[in-house]
């Protein structure tokens, strides 16, 4: 079955601080893999993408992720944390059976000050 | 440009009551989707259209129908409202059915079913 884990719901970081979210999916094909950002009472955004090539991908706002095929796993990254970063954050994979997007649960993030 | 627009921004709807809600794109994209969002639940594909004129089920489509008779509006009707669709609805649209395709979400409309 096509599924995508975050297994962190919630994540609490010091401003400053490194950041890494874990994503682990299950996709019988090659996966096309999104990062979205939702801040509170907003649509989602997006981060960032990866479809083929180097696997590890910068997105806006200072993010990156990597994508390892052998881990199943598309983690996001941000070197230093900024206080605007708190929101909500989710993973999603799609493939060539038309747009159709699975998301994660999602990881909610918190800045301490 | 306005994007996505979603219409009402909100609602309180009594059970077995009918609603639709709107939703309009401004960037002549093909592919349209309706997500349902439930806490711990991530996003949900309720129902999309690759083209107008066509439209397909996703992965929760019951109790939801859809149209799509033109390429700038996806309206997403409940005919019989349960208190099991009580969620916060996104409307999105991409360029293009490739799994590759970014795709543009609206600001979501929450719906409360008493």
């Known amino acids: 079955a096509q599924s995508v884990t975050q297994p962190d719901i919630h994540i609490t970081v010091s401003e400053g601080a490194s950041l890494e979210l874990r994503c682990n999916y299950s996709?019988?094909?090659?996966?096309?893999l999104f990062w979205y950002v939702q801040s509170p009472g907003q649509g989602l955004q997006l981060l960032l993408k990866?479809?083929?090539?180097?696997?590890l991908v910068q997105g806006i706002k200072g993010f990156e992720a990597e994508f390892k095929r052998s881990q199943s796993s598309f983690n996001l990254r941000k070197p230093s944390v900024h206080w605007s970063d708190a929101a909500e954050y989710f993973c999603?994979?799609?493939?060539?059976?038309?747009?159709?997007?699975?998301f994660g649960q999602g990881t909610e993030l918190s800045v301490k000050p | 440009t306005a994007g996505i627009t979603q219409a009402p921004t909100s609602q309180i709807l009594a059970a077995g009551r009918s609603m639709t809600l709107r939703c309009t794109q401004d960037?002549?994209?093909?592919?349209m989707y309706w997500y349902r969002q439930d806490l711990g639940l991530g996003l949900r594909l309720i129902h999309y259209?690759?083209?107008?004129?066509?439209?397909g089920k996703g992965e929760v489509p019951d109790g939801y129908s859809v149209s799509r008779a033109n390429t700038d509006d996806f309206p997403l009707t409940l005919a019989s409202a349960v208190p099991s669709q009580t969620s916060v609805y996104f409307c999105?649209?991409?360029?293009?059915?490739?799994?590759?395709?970014?795709?543009?979400f609206g600001p979501g409309t929450r719906l409360t079913v008493l």
């Open positions: 999105a649209s991409s360029g293009g059915t490739g799994g590759y395709n970014e795709q543009f």
């Open positions: 996709y019988g094909a090659t996966p096309y």
């Open positions: 990866y479809f083929s090539g180097d696997t």
């Open positions: 999603a994979v799609g493939g060539n059976q038309g747009g159709k997007l699975i």
């Open positions: 960037m002549r994209h093909n592919a």
């Open positions: 259209s690759n083209t107008a004129g066509t439209t």
